[in-house]
């Protein structure tokens, strides 16, 4: 039915077009400055992140700034803390969720049955569209009084709940697009691997998974973008206390919960050195854009 | 090989054990907040307005808000990245570097965290531009942060629309655009309408980048340059300012109304999908 | 860049800008102050059909806001800096103590203000250390923007000098919970926990109670006749060419009905501290 390519050939756009030509033109116009706005849009966010966030780092010094472990505004702030936090919380929650997900990915695409995985998708895709702020509502009554249960610690407003409520979050995400990943292997990679008497449990961990792998690896790094850019759910479960954790039943504050819980209150350096929060938590999402393109490419070739 | 077959059973065994706790997690979350808020939904709850002088306080306000951000948020972010998108697959060279560059930003914007989009909506809309906090300035913010969704899956949903419409369409004597708007847009419907409400789901469930740009007041906004609290932030407020047995009832339903929402999106899309799915046959 | 949006927003804008409303009064500012300022609002558009449209975002960011124009009025539970009070006009509209509370479930009742210092400086981290049982002491604060906290640092000492700079000394690893309500529902729901909101918001809830400082009971009477230390005022501020409306609206929480509701509200009306 689809007779043409993905991307489109250049015969089929360069369609010389006699009459009304001058609209044509003018919706190829319309159409180049649309697509501009998103580029304008970013270009707008980067400059105005760093002209208002650059005073902090060369008021404080970039490596007091970032590595400083005393955030006393107006007259400190070091963010290394929350950089710990931050990364804590992701990689715990990557760690926790992960095998659940990928578990249940390939229970989705390659073992459940039909009418089985036509429940458990859209259930899947419902934890996805749950605000954050339910989680996070649901970890503050649930979670934080389990881990206090649990742990018998003093205050279960811990880096562990953050864990646990991303860990959730994270779910949908990984499951969606590694189950996606599975499906769109060649029936050829498990016809072989079965033809050559191996079960059917055995190749699908030790053939689709390996085969799968870079799109599992972008599904996790998307679930690391989500965990690290979550606030609302992370400010209610957390803690907040801007010291530096010594384990996972303290308190911590991450780079989002910083920017959100004082944002509407600073002014001067100390607005600026929140900016200056977001610029680092940028700086976090390039790298791990950068390892996405990375897998991406590998794959390609 | 009997090893082997312990191994098999074990994973085979992690596989249900693992599907088990995702779809325990999502009925336990579902649960606790229905069965604590549910009976707190009637009518009143839903249309009255919230006061902090009578008795009956209820949310039509948010839903108001809610409603407005969703329309006017999605009146900007719909049109630009439908153009897009058109642009992309219809009018730009594949992989020419405008092309690279577009997509490079488009990918980039979506990867930005949304209290990012919170911080620069708050500067710039709010006060640079003077939009104060108002729905306005909150919808500015949100179309940067769902434009890459609606971009995306409308574009999916373009390259998937047949070459032999186009080609049928030219071979007629229609025009570029004619051809689009007539032939190709209408086909690819589905798609731009998943993207459209997966978009809403999205401006529904923002917290941070709302407050910060649109405020909290808690009345019915009377223009878009007005305040207004969504859903969303009203849950979130609540939780903030709990004092009374009544505030905990008010947050469990407003909690309960936003996953009965999300729930209704979630369907509409699943009807479209499946409908879809049957006309390409 | 910002040609294009700006088209954009004046393409949105103008059918729709004509309809806002002329008479609505913006103000935004501390949670503690809020929390009344609700009340009054509703009262006040219920009154006269002028909306009053109430933020409570902190102390400082209504400080801001009302100076940069964002909303007409700010409320701040806290003194202004100097810096901060050039070209506004503050009006104290009421008093309100600082209650130190703790779960309903802890004997303790009385802490002195020196016991309070050491709690928050970590430096005492058992309730045993203060004549409770042999439990660790979970202190919770607020996050260093709100009023209630920089006065209560001020007033108790909490302060310490870093490069010149005033700083806050409450320990960092201290809970930090964003608005009074987040405070007093970890306070409620933790026997541990030691908190300090604002004493008008005290009274209506039974899971936490308010301590006696050095022995002086938390009480309104207390808190207006001085002898209970921990307290401040509720301030509006507003730039002196604002509008009218806001400035009526002032005018209606400084009189005998405004005064009134604010002595309903649990907090301490100007009123009632000058008899």
């Not at chain 1, 073992?111 to 702020?133: D, F, H, K, T, Y």
């Not at chain 1, 646990?164 to 029936?187: D, F, G, K, Q």
């Not at chain 2, 405008?98 to 490079?104: D, K, Y």
Request: hydrophobic share 50%; with cysteine; glycine share 8%.
């Amino acid at each position: 039915m689809n007779i043409g390519n993905k991307s489109l050939p250049q015969t089929a756009q360069s369609i010389p077009t006699k009459k009304r030509d001058w609209i044509g033109i003018f919706f190829h116009i319309l159409f180049i400055c649309s697509a501009l706005v998103g580029v304008f849009s970013l270009a707008t966010i980067v400059w105005f992140l760093f002209s208002e966030g650059l005073p902090a780092f060369r008021q404080a010094g970039v490596l007091d700034l970032v590595f400083g472990d005393l955030w006393l505004p107006p007259a400190l702030f070091g963010i290394f803390p929350m950089i710990v936090a931050s990364l804590a919380s992701t990689i715990g929650a990557v760690i926790v969720g992960v095998p659940v997900a990928l578990f249940t990915a390939v229970f989705l695409a390659e073992l459940a049955p039909q009418w089985l995985a036509n429940i458990v998708r859209p259930a899947v895709e419902l934890l996805a569209g749950i605000p954050s702020v339910v989680y996070g509502f649901f970890g503050l009554v649930i979670i934080v009084p389990a881990i206090e249960v649990i742990f018998n610690i003093p205050a279960g407003n811990t880096i562990l709940a953050g864990i646990i409520v991303l860990a959730i979050m994270i779910l949908p995400t990984v499951i969606t697009i590694s189950e996606t990943s599975l499906r769109a292997l060649p029936p050829v990679y498990k016809e072989g691997a079965l033809a050559l008497g191996a079960s059917n449990i055995y190749s699908i961990f030790k053939v689709l998974i390996p085969a799968a792998k870079s799109g599992i690896l972008t599904a996790i790094a998307l679930g690391v973008a989500r965990a690290l850019g979550e606030t609302m759910a992370i400010i209610m479960v957390m803690g907040n206390a801007p010291a530096m954790p010594g384990s996972l039943l303290d308190p911590a504050r991450t780079l989002t919960a910083n920017i959100a819980m004082e944002m509407s209150y600073a002014t001067g350096i100390h607005a600026s050195a929140l900016y200056a929060t977001g610029i680092v938590l940028l700086v976090f999402i390039v790298i791990l854009n950068a390892v996405i393109l990375y897998i991406n490419k590998k794959r390609a070739y | 090989m009997l090893t082997r077959k312990t191994q098999d059973k074990f994973l085979l065994a992690a596989t249900w054990a693992a599907a088990t706790v995702t779809i325990l997690f999502l009925l336990w979350v579902v649960w606790h907040v229905l069965s604590n808020g549910l009976s707190f939904v009637t009518w009143e709850f839903i249309t009255s307005s919230y006061t902090r002088i009578g008795e009956a306080s209820g949310i039509w306000p948010m839903i108001v808000s809610t409603v407005y951000m969703v329309v006017l948020t999605l009146s900007i972010a719909t049109p630009i990245g439908i153009m897009t998108a058109i642009y992309l697959t219809e009018y730009a060279k594949p992989g020419s570097k405008i092309v690279q560059v577009i997509r490079f930003c488009i990918e980039s914007l979506a990867g930005i965290p949304s209290i990012v989009y919170g911080l620069f909506g708050m500067t710039f809309f709010v006060t640079t531009l003077g939009l104060g906090f108002s729905i306005l300035a909150g919808s500015l913010t949100l179309s940067i942060l769902i434009l890459p969704v609606i971009i995306r899956t409308t574009e999916e949903a373009l390259m998937a629309v047949p070459m032999s419409y186009r080609e049928g369409g030219y071979a007629l004597g229609s025009s570029k655009i004619y051809t689009i708007w007539r032939l190709i847009l209408p086909s690819a419907m589905p798609g731009i309408i998943t993207a459209i409400i997966l978009s809403i789901g999205r401006v529904i469930g923002e917290s941070a980048p709302v407050f910060l740009t649109a405020g909290m007041v808690t009345k019915i906004p009377e223009s878009v340059l007005d305040s207004g609290r969504t859903l969303t932030v009203h849950l979130y407020k609540l939780t903030q300012e709990l004092f009374s047995q009544n505030e905990w009832d008010q947050a469990y339903a407003t909690a309960t109304v936003l996953i009965v929402l999300v729930l209704f999106l979630n369907l509409i899309t699943k009807l479209i999908a499946t409908r879809y799915a049957k006309k390409s046959y | 860049m910002k040609k294009v949006i700006g088209l954009l927003v004046a393409i949105v804008l103008s059918p729709i800008a004509f309809a806002s409303s002329e008479t609505t009064v913006t103000i935004a500012g501390s949670t503690s102050v809020s929390n009344v300022m609700e009340v009054l609002g509703e009262t006040y558009q219920k009154k006269t059909g002028i909306d009053v449209e109430v933020q409570g975002m902190g102390s400082s960011a209504g400080i801001v806001a009302a100076r940069n124009g964002t909303t007409m009025l700010g409320m701040s539970s806290r003194e202004l800096t100097i810096d901060e009070l050039t070209d506004v006009d503050t009006m104290v509209i009421a008093h309100d103590g600082i209650a130190i509370v703790i779960n309903k479930s802890n004997p303790v009742e009385n802490l002195t203000k020196e016991e309070i210092k050491k709690i928050y400086r970590q430096e005492i981290t058992n309730w045993k250390e203060v004549g409770g049982e042999d439990k660790p002491i979970i202190a919770v604060t607020r996050d260093v923007s709100s009023g209630t906290r920089e006065e209560f640092e001020k007033i108790l000492g909490l302060k310490r000098n870093v490069n010149n700079i005033e700083v806050s000394d409450i320990s960092p690893r201290t809970l930090v919970g964003n608005g009074n309500g987040m405070v007093k529902t970890m306070v409620a729901n933790n026997i541990y926990a030691l908190a300090y909101i604002s004493l008008g918001s005290v009274d209506h809830e039974l899971l936490v109670k308010a301590l006696s400082v050095d022995g002086i009971k938390a009480t309104n009477e207390n808190v207006f006749s001085g002898e209970y230390k921990l307290a401040r005022s509720f301030i509006v501020l507003y730039k002196k060419n604002v509008a009218q409306p806001a400035l009526d609206f002032v005018n209606y929480i400084m009189s005998d009905e405004g005064q009134k509701i604010i002595d309903d509200q649990g907090y301490i009306s100007i009123e009632q501290s000058h008899n």
